[in-house]
């Protein structure tokens, strides 16, 4: 505690120079991620697949995978160009006192007396700095959406659909942050420089409460979710479940492919009541086996507890951000820096404080990563273990040929950005062997007279 209060008393000098620190954390994770990215591409520019997967990928499919893989990667750069130039604006131009002055007048124009406190007047600031953050990132997600999926065959959406998902993302957002924004600022107010705990117990119910009720109210705002009939895959999901006694209450597909040619599959819910979704383009894509077998992967996530390991990580690190946040909160150099002289509103400083810690969530988000790899690997196993290993191996090939997923990558780009193992990783752990390659249109396969299963070689 006397730490905290020494370095209290240091950050707050006259003169620290918050802005430059803060400014210099923003461009040097640019540079950093920029050069990262340059190794990738340099992968991605490779001519031939990886050795592990010389027999799975002809070269038509792997060279499209590296073309969407390098297209991806130059729009990166130029989307996180985008985004330092607007981070750097909103600092020089004082955009967030102003912002906050804007919300202001507006609260005395239109809102009762009782309404223009600081808790209220945080609320409306919120909103209204999410909903400019929305429409400045809108440009970006309109050319990722309709001309870069586009060009490689994934989006599925149209410019209705998109614009009805930017008017419902932002009213759910503003419905769903304020309250919780609003419960935060009075805890803080109420609990002073004690707020740590209460505010953090808080957030957690506020996160439990969330994940609850997404899979039932808010998914189903953007998608359909169609119970899956009774049949084979039914009943072979309902035996796996069983057999790990996974409370399974309801087995979803999804009209994923209505935005996305993507495929992807996951469960969501309470410790007790488990919901499981497949997209329909995993469904169309996959023979029974091979969704089991991504099943296996998932459910193996659950009874090796990586969920509740990955979520107390997320509250301890959660706990940390209010710990060090007791710190900053009174620190009127902070406030000052950024135009906040008169006035010090909590929001602002959890806002500016979020900045200053940028370079210990880098450090947070690369060991989440490596946690993360490894308990892919040990979903993989558990799979395999389960006799699915022939079956993931080829679903996963499957996924990564159909998402034109890349293939390989530089082993300082994965460390800083995956949360996965990429698929020659996935595939060497499994043991992986092929005689011959796994196709994705089994139709169109059976009519050419292609083999589309594969199998490991025998010892």
């Avoid at 007790?272 to 169309?284: A, H, M, N, P, Q």
């Avoid at 993360?372 to 290993?389: H, M, Q, V």
């Avoid at 499957?398 to 996935?426: G, I, V």
Wanted: charged share 20%; aromatic share 12%; glycine share 6%.
């Amino acid at each position: 505690m006397d730490f905290l209060q020494r370095l209290a008393s240091y950050l707050d000098r006259p003169l620290f120079p918050w802005k430059k620190l803060i400014i210099g954390f923003s461009v040097g994770q640019f540079v950093l991620e920029t050069f990262l990215t340059f190794r990738q591409y340099r992968v991605l520019q490779a001519p031939k697949p990886p050795a592990v997967l010389a027999k799975e990928i002809n070269q038509e499919t792997f060279d499209k995978s590296q073309a969407y893989g390098r297209a991806k990667a130059k729009f990166s750069v130029v989307t996180s160009l985008i985004g330092q130039i607007q981070n750097l604006a909103f600092i020089h131009y004082d955009v967030l006192p102003k912002i906050w002055s804007w919300t202001g007048d507006l609260l005395l124009k239109y809102a009762p007396t009782g309404f223009r406190g600081e808790i209220s007047h945080s609320v409306v600031f919120m909103v209204a700095f999410l909903l400019i953050q929305q429409v400045m990132g809108m440009p970006v997600q309109i050319y990722s959406t309709f001309v870069l999926e586009e060009k490689y065959g994934f989006n599925k959406q149209t410019p209705q659909l998109f614009a009805t998902d930017q008017v419902k993302n932002a009213v759910i957002t503003s419905v769903l942050v304020s309250p919780v924004l609003a419960g935060c600022l009075k805890i803080i107010q109420k609990t002073g420089n004690q707020f740590v705990f209460y505010v953090w117990s808080f957030s957690a119910a506020s996160q439990l409460f969330l994940f609850t009720i997404y899979p039932i109210y808010i998914l189903p705002i953007f998608n359909t979710l169609t119970p899956i009939e009774d049949g084979e895959l039914k009943s072979k999901v309902d035996a796996l479940a069983s057999k790990l006694k996974f409370p399974l209450k309801e087995l979803y597909v999804m009209d994923g492919s209505k935005r996305s040619a993507h495929s992807n599959a996951f469960f969501a819910g309470l410790p007790w009541s488990k919901r499981i979704v497949l997209f329909d383009t995993l469904i169309e894509s996959q023979d029974t086996d091979e969704i089991m077998a991504v099943l296996a992967h998932e459910l193996g996530h659950w009874q090796l507890k990586h969920t509740t390991q990955q979520l107390a990580i997320v509250q301890a690190n959660l706990f940390k951000i209010f710990a060090l946040f007791s710190v900053f909160i009174n620190n009127r150099s902070l406030y000052a820096s950024f135009g906040f002289h008169a006035q010090h509103p909590i929001i602002i400083g959890f806002l500016l404080f979020s900045d200053a810690l940028s370079p210990m969530d880098t450090l947070v988000h690369l060991g989440m990563n490596m946690l993360s790899r490894k308990a892919e690997f040990e979903a993989d196993n558990f799979a395999k273990e389960l006799g699915y290993e022939t079956q993931l191996a080829t679903g996963l090939i499957k996924l990564h040929k159909q998402n034109l997923s890349s293939m390989d990558a530089d082993w300082m780009y994965a460390t800083y950005h995956f949360s996965h193992p990429h698929l020659s990783e996935r595939l060497k752990a499994l043991g992986w062997k092929s005689d011959h390659a796994v196709v994705v249109d089994e139709k169109k396969a059976d009519k050419e007279g292609i083999a589309t299963t594969t199998g490991r070689d025998e010892l």
